[in-house]
């Protein structure tokens, strides 16, 4: 057996302190989840309250805003925040005192509708069904997909609805189910795939010679109609190059999703809303950024407990029930001014990188045109604020601002950088504006392919790769030439 033996090792170890986890969990926040996250630390902490401090001396607005009159409670930790930002360079426009914006401002509804299942369970007590055929209509109906499709089939849901609710249902009396539930609102629904949706739409609309050929195109020639291969089509269907264009125009019409415009197969309805993080706004040629806190409101310690922890720590004789009180209020107090301070560094951290950004984006934020953002990246903003890449990520990441020209993530200011035939560095996003103006203006009965869209960014002075001109163009949603193409 191998003798113990003791070995001296010197490590090198990264701890985060109390503060720095506060300060970078809030970070990632954006502003409706902050207001939670403090509600939560309110309840939590009884040394922590809302509202201006009843004890701190009167001050306006711009005494609140200055660094100099705030006392750190954590200057004795292993964490110095000013060490960590070092940027004195002063921005060249005005930003506002963010707790001095108590100004209303219109949220953006998102989506709001009803439940696809809610919708369709009451279109089964307009039916003529029998009470047991409801039943089994009602069970149908959980079996549809959030895209609106019931992709089992007979066989399956005979064999599911016997085995989940002991019913004996022949195939004929379920197949007779599922075709009333196919005539439900909205059309198209309970299909099996895509071409028996757009087939049963197309069936419910008033007969003309347009929606025949488009329901002879889906039957007979959903395939080659997939592929855009409308000559074939033609040709086995004999019709005429406008008979298959008028059955088309029909066919885009139809919805290949019969669930869009509902929440899903469930019972809430739900109402998302995105509020700004920032607010920008240009006054004759000036910006003028505000943080968005609005709905957040001041903090302190509460007065309570700093005159118990001084009538506490004042006696010189303590009984362990005083001790555990000096020791639970202390805590909670350390704690409260942690949350209080994590508040403002966080407060701090976002303005100096939407200063940074409005800096380096600001013809952007002049004219609104996306051709003026130049090439960013993370750490451009870390270098111009000090903070660690990891910070401007944390920043960056699900944070909004408001402009005169609209609501913008954060992120979409960032963006690569190509050269072009004068050796100037040009934002990517440059690059697919000017493809998707060229592919907006090109002959639909002959599209550019991605050879053709690298010659003309090459006459544009974009010197590009074809494989880069497919990227940015899947990247952008927009299909290959032969999907393209059209009458």
Known sequence: MAGLSLIQQQKLQTKLSPAQIQVIRLLELPSIELRQRINEELQENPALEEGIDPTAPDRNEEDCMQEDDYINPLQ??????????????KADYEPRASQ?????????????????????????YLTKMTKPQRHIAKWVLGNIDNDGFLRRSIEQLVDDIAFQENLTVSDEEMEDIVKQIKQFDPPGVAAKDLQECLINQLKQK????????????????????????????MQRLLISEQEMKDAIDEIVRLNQKPANGFTGNTYETHKTTIIPDFYVENRDGELFLTLNTGDIPELHVSPEYNEMLQEYSGKNSRTNDQREAVHFIKQKIDSANWFIDAIRQRNETLTRTMEAIIKLQHNFFIEGDETYLRPMILQDIADRTGYDVSTISRVSNSKYVQTEFGMYPLKYFFSESLTNAEGEEISTREIKKIMQEVIAEEDKTNPLNDDQLVEVLNRHGYRIARRTVAKYREQMGIPVARLRKVF
């Open 76 to 89: 004795n930790s292993d964490f110095d925040y000013d060490d960590y930002v070092n940027d004195d360079e």
């Open 100 to 124: 001095a914006s108590n100004e209303l401002r219109d949220d953006i509804p998102i989506v709001n509708s009803v439940t696809l299942m809610e919708h369709l369970k009451e279109q089964v």
């Open 206 to 233: 008033d007969s003309t010679e347009a929606i025949t050929h488009a329901i002879q195109i889906l039957s007979i020639c959903f395939e080659p109609f997939s592929k855009h291969h409308y000559d074939k089509i």
